[in-house]
Structure formats: C-alpha cells, structure tokens
C-alpha cells in the first residue's frame, strides 16, 4: 500500500516561517518526481514547487520564488518545503503528490502526471 503523509502545516504570522515535510512508502521513491501543489477556498490547485526523482532540478511558481526551497532525501524517502516570509496569499492546505512520468532527471508540473497524493496540511498565515 502507498502512503503519503504530510505535516508541519500550521497556524504563522506574516512574514514568518514553517517547513512542511511528506513521507512517502510503497513506492520506489526514487523513481518518483515529486512535487507540492495548495488550495485556498473556493480556488483551483496550484502547482507550488516541482523537484526530480534525484533531486537535481527544481522548479517554483513565480509568486514563491526566493522564499520556499523544497528539497528531498531519497535514502529517508522524505520531500520537504521550506517557506520562508510566508504571506497571507500562502494560506491554502498544501499537497504532497509522486509522479512516476518522466524519467529521474526530469521534474514533472501537470497535475494529471501525479499518480500519488497525500491528505494535506493546513497553512494558515495570520496579518
């Protein structure tokens, strides 16, 4: 069975900070491009930050770019956000997603290419 697990969301002031972490099993990990999408209410899903199966390319939407950093450890099966000077535009429940399309090197940024998702975790940023 295929598990994605997700914490770290939670309740910040602007300008602060939180780190989402999502752990992945039943899969090989590696093989998988990963990738972190939110939704606020009442909005479509939005693709946040995309990383490779070996973690050498990235990429971010516009509106995070300088401020989240994801990361992953392939050994711990593990796929990380940073968020750094969050804003209220960051509140929404985050997504951790897996996507086996493409090969190691590629990073993946179609939803529909997502095969695996976890339950989200709320970011709620305060002014």
């Known amino acids: 069975e295929v598990q994605v697990v997700e914490s770290g969301g939670g309740l910040v002031q602007a300008g602060g900070s939180l780190r989402l972490s999502c752990v992945v099993s039943g899969l090989n990990f590696k093989n998988y491009a990963m990738g972190w999408f939110r939704q606020a209410p009442g909005k479509e899903r939005e693709g946040v930050s995309f990383i490779s199966g070996d973690g050498s390319r990235v990429r971010y939407v516009d509106s995070v770019k300088g401020r989240f950093t994801i990361s992953r450890d392939n050994t711990e099966r593990t796929l990380s956000l940073q968020m750094h000077n969050l804003t209220t535009e960051d509140t929404a429940t985050y997504y951790c997603?897996?996507?086996?399309?493409?090969?190691?090197?590629?990073?993946?940024?179609?939803?529909?290419?997502?095969?695996?998702w976890g339950q989200g975790t709320q970011v709620t940023v305060s002014s």
């Open positions: 997603a897996a996507s086996i399309a493409g090969d190691t090197w590629m990073v993946i940024t179609a939803p529909s290419d997502y095969d695996y």
